[in-house]
């Protein structure tokens, strides 16, 4: 057998093969609804080997003070007012329109709220860019968790197919290695989430 005839066969046994492992592997991904709580899990399980406790220094050693009960409930009834005030700007009732993280929809239509993860330790920043924020580098900045190095920011978003990716310290392009992926016409990568009709978001 020629070198011609075998690199014809090897290819075509090439061809079968990637046409009998791509199906599955193009398929969506649906996610069961414990998989939050293994991988925050796995996270709490790592953290301690990633990020060992630090030695106490001198301001972080626990301190008895002692104040008198009219200095208690002075402090007490500032906290109550910080936290009156709060409530009243949240809810719109120092001026605001309210919540403006949700985004107006048509009559009748459902807004979910999907919480985006991305394990990410070392990073100083990470935030979230997708068709449902015009891709703006600064418009949704994720929050470490409880969890060292893992990062979370939850977003209402209307049903249907939405793209988006991470960005880390500011210039880093990170997929969701969780979400299926797709790859526009000048080669980027982006994740994909399905909100609504039954589809697991994350």
Not at 38 to 61: D, K
Not at 88 to 109: F, K, M, N, S, Y
Request: proline share 9%.
């Amino acid at each position: 057998m020629s070198d011609r005839d075998e690199r014809s066969r090897w290819a075509q046994g090439e061809a079968a093969f990637v046409e009998r492992v791509a199906p599955p592997l193009r398929a969506p991904e649906t996610l069961d609804p414990s998989f939050e709580a293994r991988l925050m899990a796995v996270a709490r399980a790592e953290a301690p080997r990633l990020y060992p406790p630090r030695p106490r220094t001198w301001w972080r050693r626990p301190r008895t003070m002692r104040i008198s009960p009219l200095a208690g409930l002075a402090v007490a009834a500032g906290l109550a007012g910080i936290v009156c005030l709060g409530t009243l700007a949240a809810v719109g009732g120092l001026g605001t329109d309210g919540p403006r993280d949700v985004p107006e929809t048509g009559a009748g239509e459902t807004v979910h709220v999907v919480r985006f993860v991305l394990a990410a330790p070392g990073a100083r920043t990470v935030t979230l860019v997708g068709d449902f924020n015009a891709w703006a580098k600064a418009a949704t900045p994720l929050a470490t968790a409880a969890v060292p190095g893992v990062w979370t920011v939850s977003v209402p978003l209307t049903p249907g197919r939405h793209e988006y990716a991470f960005i880390v310290d500011g210039e880093r392009w990170v997929v969701d290695p969780w979400a299926a992926v797709v790859t526009d016409d000048f080669g980027t990568e982006s994740s994909v989430v399905t909100v609504g009709g039954g589809a697991s978001a994350m």
